[in-house]
T-cell receptor, first 113, second 114 residues
Framework: EDQVTQSPEALRLQEGESSSLNCSYT??????LFWYRQDPGKGPEFLFT???AGEEKEKERLKATLTKKESFLHITAPKPEDSATYLC??????????????FGQGTRLTINP | DGGITQSPKYLFRKEGQNVTLSCEQN?????MYWYRQDPGQGLRLIYY???????QKGDIAEGYSVSREKKESFPLTVTSAQKNPTAFYLC?????????????FGDGTRLSIL
């Protein structure tokens, strides 16, 4: 069974305190991995796509990396506005013409000023 | 601006009632999706549609129905057969030809039971 697990479930940091969120997966084939940010009461907002092990993507204070079994979302010197739930989703090659995504349960990140 | 519009934002269902959630997109995407989000769980796929007049069941389709009469619209009906409908419902879309592009999401509809 395809599974995606995110850890920790919740993380509370002080402003400026860097850390990493983990997304580990056991799936039968990987076309890519997506990271999304979700604010309360809103839909997920796309952040990054990673396609192959060793790939890295950066955007402002966020950097996403990918290995064969997991992905990390590194957050450097976070600010309170970075507080959100971060979701990862694995793209599986099982539906022609549409995407089959398996989502993790998310990490709820809180940055205290 | 291009995007996905879901309505209503909040919806209440009475016992034995069917309710319909609206999803409209102006991104010219071929594929559209409905997900259900429950606290502490990942998004779960209810139904998806690759093209007009075609749709497929996802992982948790029981108690739900959809239609795709127009490219821009993919409404979801939560029927009385869905015994635990309280959840946050998200609609998404993606391009078909370049399916490695990310899905774009609406801002959801929160459904509760009266």
């Amino acid at each position: 069974e395809d599974q995606v697990t995110q850890s920790p479930e919740a993380l509370r940091l002080q402003e400026g305190e860097s850390s990493s969120l983990n997304c580990s997966y056991t799936v039968s084939g990987l076309r890519g991995l997506f990271w999304y940010r979700q604010d309360p009461g809103k839909g997920p907002e796309f952040l990054f796509t990673l396609y192959s092990a060793g790939e890295e993507k950066e955007k402002e204070r966020l950097k996403a990396t990918l290995t064969k079994k997991e992905s990390f979302l590194h957050i450097t010197a976070p600010k309170p506005e970075d507080s959100a739930t971060y979701l990862c989703a694995v793209h599986l090659p099982s539906i022609v013409g549409a995407q089959k995504l398996v989502f993790g349960q998310g990490t709820r990140l809180t940055i205290n000023p | 601006d291009g995007g996905i519009t879901q309505s209503p934002k909040y919806l209440f269902r009475k016992e034995g009632q069917n309710v319909t959630l609206s999803c409209e997109q102006n991104l010219n995407h071929d594929a559209m999706y409905w997900y259900r989000q429950d606290p502490g769980q990942g998004l779960r796929l209810i139904y998806y549609s690759q093209i007009v007049n075609d749709f497929q069941k996802g992982d948790i389709a029981e108690g739900y129905s959809v239609s795709r009469e127009k490219k821009e619209s993919f409404p979801l009906t939560v029927t009385s057969a869905q015994k635990n409908p309280t959840a946050f419902y998200l609609c998404a879309s993606s391009t078909r030809a370049r399916s490695n592009q990310p899905q774009h999401f609406g801002d959801g509809t929160r459904l509760s039971i009266l």
